[in-house]
């Protein structure tokens, strides 16, 4: 049973920065599988944000293209997301899985974007 749990959430301002981590643990096969970054907003459906691959090839929703970036470190079993130029419209409730989703979901982390 793998167990994610997200961190890194909180409240900014347009403009403003944020890194958001995962960390999966139980028993994975972490370093095999594409990592994905998903967020939910308030009455919309889960959408995928970004993915990276075993052999670290990124993509991209066009919507965040050029200010977020996704990465990973096999070795602690964590993937990161780093989220620049933030809008209102990234405000949600952020989630990483395996891409396509393969996990239970964790708790998420709430980023909320506002002046």
């Not at 028993?27 to 995928?48: D, H, N, V």
Request: proline share 4%.
């Amino acid at each position: 049973q793998v167990q994610l749990v997200e961190s890194g959430g909180g409240l900014v301002q347009p403009g403003g920065s944020l890194r958001l981590s995962c960390t999966a643990s139980g028993s994975t096969f972490f370093s095999i599988y594409a990592m994905g970054w998903y967020r939910q907003a308030p009455g919309k459906q889960r959408e995928l944000v970004a993915s990276i691959f075993h052999s670290e090839t990124t993509n991209y929703a066009d919507s965040v293209k050029g200010r977020f970036t996704i990465s990973r470190d096999n070795a602690k079993k964590t993937v990161y997301l780093a989220m620049n130029s933030l809008k209102p419209e990234d405000t949600a409730v952020y989630y990483c899985n395996t891409s396509p989703p393969n996990w239970g979901w964790g708790q998420g982390t709430q980023v909320s974007v506002s002046s």
